[in-house]
């Protein structure tokens, strides 16, 4: 079953415009993971944010976390034609538990 | 480049036969994990294998089984395979559970 949830589904937008998408999950999480996959291969870890921080930054990527709400953020800034893939958050819960996907939001960049 | 690499990259089977698939993990990583990829979804856990031993299993049928080695390398097999098999497995390691993982470009299996 799926843990996370992303929204929106699927996201087009300019080159140089910021694409924001969200990850909703329904259990108590160790941290929250974002992948990245392009055109139906491997997936590329992004970024790894604990339970216990609320904001993580990697060059143009941005992850918040609100545990509270259980959600999350990616937020990629200054897009690229390359940045046009699939984006999934992954949950880690406490213990021996796996990673758990989302169903993904497929983003395309239009140079 | 994550440094796990999967065989083959595309596999075409006939219902009813059985599969292997196969990953080569980092080193040092004792934790690997498969999963199964169906078009427009996001990865779903099948099980997972920690020092060799099974340490956690998806909603998957016994005929999806594994074995992980001492090497880092590790196998998925599919008895009995069916058309709904078809997806992409990919192979996961990690150094420890839960942590950031590294993914294989996986096998494409189709089964018609």
């Known amino acids: 079953s799926q843990q996370g949830e992303e929204d929106p589904q699927a996201l087009s937008i300019q080159e140089g415009e910021n694409a924001t998408m969200n990850c909703s999950y329904k259990?108590?999480?160790?941290?929250l993971q974002w992948y990245r996959q392009n055109s139906g291969r491997g997936l590329v870890h992004l970024i790894l944010i604990r339970s216990n921080e609320r904001e993580k930054h990697s060059g143009r990527l941005r992850v918040t976390l609100d545990t509270s709400k259980k959600s999350s953020s990616l937020l990629i800034t200054a897009s690229r034609a390359a940045d046009t893939a699939s984006y999934f958050c992954?949950?880690?819960?406490?213990?021996?538990?796996?990673?758990?996907f989302g169903k993904g939001t497929r983003l395309s960049v239009i140079a | 480049e994550t440094g796990v690499t999967q065989s083959p990259t595309h596999l075409i089977k006939t219902r009813g036969q059985q599969v292997t698939l196969r990953c080569s993990s980092q080193s040092g990583h004792n934790t690997v994990s498969w999963y199964q990829q169906a078009l427009g979804q996001g990865p779903q856990f099948i099980f997972q294998?920690?020092?060799?031993?099974?340490?956690g299993r998806g909603n998957f049928p016994p005929r999806f089984s594994g074995l992980q080695f001492p090497n880092y390398s590790s196998e998925l097999n599919v008895n009995a395979l069916e058309l709904d098999d078809s997806a992409l497995y990919l192979c996961?390691?990690?150094?420890?559970?839960?942590?950031?993982?590294?993914f294989g470009q996986g096998t494409r299996l189709t089964v018609v």
């Open positions: 996961a390691s990690s150094p420890t559970k839960g942590a950031e993982a590294f």
């Open positions: 992954a949950t880690a819960a406490w213990g021996n538990t796996p990673l758990v």
């Open positions: 294998y920690y020092r060799e031993e099974e340490n």
């Open positions: 259990t108590s999480i160790n941290n």
